[in-house]
């Protein structure tokens, strides 16, 4: 039994997102499994409205991101997301297409959320539209997921809500004051919090090395 990294995160999330890059090393390493866990913090009553005064906040918290991982953040994402004036802060969308992959295919959920991401921040799309949602599921190759998603029946929406109930409750357990958030378990049944800050640069390296002692 490897050791287990649990994910929190949100799709509309800036900072997880910028923790991509190391988010994938993690994935990569043998004898190391990483379950993502959506906690729907941008979602229900975490949705807001984009106003151009929190527009402008969140660049500056791009510029942040960027500096310290490299992820890219386009004129596209700032002129139709940020200051497009038609967007909310709405991850529910998102986290609905999700779980459409985790119903179908859990195995791309990785593959899934690296689409999106990079539909939003890079090309700029309007990721809280279950159409355009639908689409890039298919152009990921996740059919069975599009479909599903395309369908959004009542058993599709009651997974979504019992997903990310578990990671808010995980997130609460933690008490994690935001995403992302990671938990250790070992194969010994420890449960350890780690310090996101591991996920950035190459402080994961070293994250890794201790996890194998750890194990």
């Not at 906040?57 to 004036?85: C, H, W």
């Not at 689409?115 to 309007?126: E, H, M, P, S, T």
């Not at 998603?149 to 019992?162: G, H, I, W």
């Amino acid at each position: 039994m490897n050791p287990e990294i649990i994910y929190l995160f949100d799709p509309l999330c800036g900072w997880c997102y910028g923790a991509g890059p190391g988010l994938a090393r993690l994935a990569a390493e043998p004898g190391i499994t990483v379950t993502l866990q959506p906690v729907g913090l941008f979602a229900g009553t975490g949705a807001r409205p984009m106003d151009p005064g929190f527009a402008s906040y969140i660049v500056k918290a791009d510029e942040r991101i960027t500096a310290m991982t490299g992820q890219p953040f386009s004129d596209a994402y700032r002129q139709n997301v940020l200051f497009g004036g038609t967007q909310r802060i709405d991850s529910g969308p998102a986290n609905l297409a999700l779980t459409a992959v985790h119903l179908t295919e859990p195995d791309e959920l990785h593959k899934a959320l690296k689409a999106l991401q990079a539909a939003r921040y890079v090309d700029g799309k309007n990721i809280t539209s279950p159409a355009v949602l639908a689409e890039i599921l298919s152009d990921a190759g996740l059919q069975a997921a599009s479909d599903r998603l395309a369908a959004a029946d009542e058993a599709l929406e009651a997974a979504m809500q019992e997903w990310i109930s578990e990671g808010m409750g995980l997130m609460q357990a933690m008490r994690a004051q935001g995403v992302p958030a990671l938990q250790l378990r070992t194969p010994s049944g420890g449960r350890y919090t780690i310090d996101t800050q591991a996920l950035f640069g190459p402080q994961v390296e070293a994250l890794i090395e201790a996890i194998g002692k750890a194990a």
